[in-house]
């Protein structure tokens, strides 16, 4: 079991340092199928790890100034107040059951990683290292110098996403990038980059309250299949982020998209013939 965490662990974060996000899709997969770890349990590990991953990610972009506090914070309070009825939710639906709907929202993670290589603006959020600005469709201003202006209508709207977002997190150990970054863009009319950064720092406190509130639901988590776990993650992502250099990046996507797809088809047979 110890090598298996870390070997798993690496798969995940391999395919992160691949794609640059939205590997944290196979965690959950993993855990059940491969360490026989129990679906709840696993949704907590894995929201452990992919906090964890994250920091990892958001820390230089927050020294470097590239997180838009205001906003992130606006979302992530709202995202850690859905993550603990998101861990609720998942109490209340038969795993066989959580894991079919897990397996939807992998093919949802896919679609949008496929759209991606078709349309490289697509502020899709399960690409990190996506750089490319669109044009200002946004729900929400921006004064002359790029700063928000944070109206109730505005405040409502990050508010209801950062909910939503939350619950998705607690419900399926999930990080929610590719709710976030879509969401900071077309709604805030925040800049790529720094949607991708903010959608760390984001999934960093939302990750800490899905943790804690899957705990005080009574969830075991294992704390050494999580540093393991995470320890396999850290050093896939830096596997994965050198292969990924090598590499096109439409190639990439497509690549995981059908990994997920595999994967998802995998949960949804087992979840169905052996529920």
């Known amino acids: 079991m110890f090598g298996l965490a ?24 993993l855990l059940v199928y491969g360490l026989a770890v129990a679906p709840r349990e696993a949704v907590g590990i894995s929201l452990a790890s992919v906090g964890g991953t994250a920091m990892f990610g958001a820390v230089p972009r927050l020294v470097r100034g590239e997180v838009e506090l205001r906003t992130g914070l606006l ?18 639906v038969p795993e066989h059951v959580l894991l079919l709907m897990f397996a939807v929202l992998m093919l949802v993670v896919a679609q949008r990683m496929w759209e991606k290589t078709k349309n490289p603006a697509l502020p899709s959020g399960v690409c990190n290292t996506e750089s490319q600005d669109q044009r200002d469709r946004s729900a929400c201003q921006r004064d002359e110098d790029g700063k928000l202006r944070l109206t109730s209508k505005c ?53 800490i309250s899905g943790v804690a509130s899957h705990l005080a639901n ?40 059908v990994a997920v797809v595999v994967v998802a088809a995998f949960v949804i047979f087992k979840s169905i013939a052996f529920p």
Do not use: D
């Open 6 to 29: 870390i070997l798993f662990g690496c798969i995940v974060g391999f395919a992160l340092g691949l794609t640059g996000g939205g590997g944290g899709v196979f965690a959950v997969p």
């Open 155 to 207: 405040a409502r709207l990050l508010i209801l996403v950062g909910l939503a977002t939350g619950v998705l997190s607690g419900m399926f150990g999930v990080g929610g990038g590719f709710v976030i970054v879509p969401a900071l863009v077309l709604f805030s009319g925040m800049a790529i980059h720094q949607a991708v950064a903010t959608s760390l720092f984001v999934i960093v406190l939302v990750s």
């Open 218 to 257: 009574g969830n075991s988590l294992s704390l050494e299949t999580t540093l393991q776990f995470l320890v396999g993650g850290f050093a896939g992502m830096w596997l994965g982020g050198i292969v990924a250099k090598r590499l096109k990046g439409p190639t990439l996507q497509k690549t995981f998209s």
């Open 75 to 92: 979302f992530a309070v709202a995202g850690m107040l859905g993550a603990p009825i998101g861990s609720y939710l998942s109490t209340l």
